[in-house]
């Protein structure tokens, strides 16, 4: 087999991951977990918080581990290792989800946090594969085709579903099968990864004395360290964990946002979610394209500024049909925002660093992460009662005017994180970690 052609099936493979965990966001991220925990699990306001304690705590524990074990993978070359393994524990809890039913609000809580530890913590490491299978010239271009094929995987996963889920009625059982379904479809597709990937770096020998764990704090502390000299690297991150907040608060309440506002049922969730997927590949190659031709920040302004546009007119949308254009429009944006994040890092990242740039990447992401989702859970329960309380408002219309509010926040994240991003020296910051890498090469 050439080069080339083993380099193209290493992509393949990387691409096929992203299909079966895409499937995974779909399903219990944002067409039909959520919902139905909101709705047919918890019930309510308290429903939009308790999703949002969910989805924080679990960015938060991966906050606190992948920076670590982001250095022990590079050191032991067990990126492959590290990955399969946070996998395995999201196809398990993920079917596991079958068994949660109204009132289990402990356990569905408990076994989506789990399910999410996985999913975000593997991450880490597929992200961190990028730079060891894509050339920087090419990383650009295998970082949108991976959000692309990745959101296939995903409307295919909700074309399997939506069927039952509208043909069976009066029970939740469709519902609930999506989730062990989902589980083995993501667990398939990352046969080929598993197969085909190969992980370039070799195991270092551990120093007398020494252990991973203690290993692995170290060489993060020699990475914040080494950051004063990356100065752009680190106004980026500031930016990426203000702007990613508003990016994840649109995901993750997307589909209450449709219940609540607009009384969607759950096929049209799933309807909904599948245009958005349909629209983020057009994002995903389309901002590939962009980024290589202008240059990937100015790229990211433009999708962020798409992106806010599509959450002002959300603010003053009031027909379904205006809610499921504003959808297509964030879901071309909001993949954009996420691909051109991911590809900066891998263009900034020295080289033989990537897992410990990726993990500080993961680290910012789900730092900011556990507090959107959080403040917008709590804001829409305090805002709903405040009307409810103080307007005389109806229960459902008192709601309503929580999701508003807390719609409204997401734009602060996103202008911050915007203002903060024109500050950036794309160049600079390129420069940066090619001099970096040249130093340790030559032993300086």
């Not at 995901?251 to 245009?275: D, K, S």
Request: glycine share 10%; hydrophobic share 50%.
């Amino acid at each position: 087999m050439t080069q080339e052609k083993a380099v193209n099936r290493e992509h393949r493979a990387w691409y096929m991951y992203d299909f079966g965990n895409s499937a995974y966001a779909a399903i219990v991220l944002l067409a039909i977990y959520s919902a139905y925990f909101k709705d047919g699990v918890v019930g309510g306001a308290e429903g939009s918080r308790l999703w949002g304690v969910s989805v924080g705590i679990a960015m938060l524990v991966v906050a606190i581990i992948s920076p670590i074990l982001g250095t022990i993978a590079d050191f032991s070359a067990s990126k492959k290792r590290f990955l399969f393994l946070f996998s395995f524990i999201t196809w398990v809890f993920t079917a596991l989800l079958f068994f949660v039913e109204k009132g289990d609000i402990f356990i569905g809580m408990l076994f989506f946090i789990l399910a999410e530890i996985g999913y975000r913590g593997g991450q880490v490491f597929y992200n961190s594969l990028l730079p060891e299978i894509a050339s920087p010239e090419e990383i650009g271009r295998v970082s949108g085709n991976g959000w692309a094929i990745g959101n296939i995987g995903g409307i295919l996963a909700l074309l399997i579903l939506l069927p039952p889920i509208v043909l069976i009625k009066g029970t939740t059982l469709p519902v609930r099968l999506a989730f062990p379904i989902t589980a083995l479809f993501f667990a398939l597709s990352t046969i080929p990864a598993y197969r085909w990937i190969k992980e370039r770096a070799s195991a270092q020998k551990l120093p007398l004395g020494e252990s991973y764990p203690t290993l692995g704090f170290k060489r993060l502390a020699r990475t914040i360290r080494s950051a004063r000299q990356f100065k752009e690297f680190i106004k980026f991150m500031i930016a990426y964990l203000i702007y990613n907040d508003g990016i994840l608060m649109t995901l993750n309440f997307a589909a209450i946002i449709g219940a609540v506002l607009y009384g969607m049922e759950q096929q049209q969730i799933i309807i909904f979610m599948i245009i958005v997927q349909i629209t983020s590949i057009g994002g995903a190659y389309g901002f590939a394209v962009i980024g290589e031709k202008v240059g990937y920040k100015r790229s990211l302004v433009y999708a962020l500024l798409g992106m806010s546009a599509a959450i002002i007119w959300m603010l003053f949308n009031q027909t379904l049909i205006g809610f499921f254009i504003i959808g297509a429009t964030a879901g071309f944006m909001l993949t954009g925002v996420q691909s051109l994040s991911r590809t900066m890092v891998g263009v900034f990242a020295p080289k033989g660093q990537s897992a410990e740039f990726f993990g500080l990447f993961s680290v910012v992401g789900r730092t900011s992460s556990f507090i959107g989702p959080t403040i917008y859970g709590f804001l829409a329960l305090w805002a709903a009662r405040w009307f409810e309380n103080n307007r005389e408002l109806g229960t459902l219309l008192a709601e309503q005017a929580g999701q508003k509010v807390a719609i409204a926040s997401i734009l602060i994240f996103l202008f911050t994180g915007l203002f903060l991003l024109l500050r950036v020296n794309e160049k600079k910051a390129v420069e940066d970690a090619k001099k970096y890498s040249l130093e340790n090469e030559n032993g300086v």
